[in-house]
């Protein structure tokens, strides 16, 4: 059975940090590319950053540029996000994505980040 299961999310205040983790099962992991994405309620969903198969490329969305960092582990099966210097527009649900070249998807079910100012 395929899963993306997120932790790390939280409350913490204006210019905290918080480390999420996606632990992927059920699939080949290290054949897909990783990807964090959020929503708000009301908007839509947002892309936040990717780091594709091998790890050999990683990329970030502006608004958290320089301030996050997207890793993966392929032997733990995991894709981490650090998030410093959070700001409360960064209030969101963040989900797991993974994609594979062939176009196969999977979504975790998130997990909630709450940043007060």
């Keep these: 059975q395929v899963q993306l299961v ?3 999310g939280g409350l913490v205040q204006s210019g905290g940090s918080l480390r999420l983790s996606c632990a992927g099962a059920g699939f080949r992991f290290s054949l897909f590319d990783m990807s964090w994405y959020r929503r ?3 908007k839509e969903r947002e892309w936040v950053a990717t780091v594709s198969q091998g790890g050999r490329t990683v990329n970030y969305a502006d608004f958290v540029k320089g301030r996050s960092t997207i890793s993966r582990d392929d032997r733990e099966r995991t894709v981490t996000l650090q998030m410093d210097n959070l700001k409360p527009e960064d209030t969101a649900k963040y989900y797991c994505y993974a994609r594979a070249s062939w176009g196969v998807e999977y979504w975790g079910r998130g997990t909630q980040v709450t940043v007060s100012s």
């Design 40 to 42: 708000t309620p009301g």
């Design 6 to 8: 997120e932790s790390g």
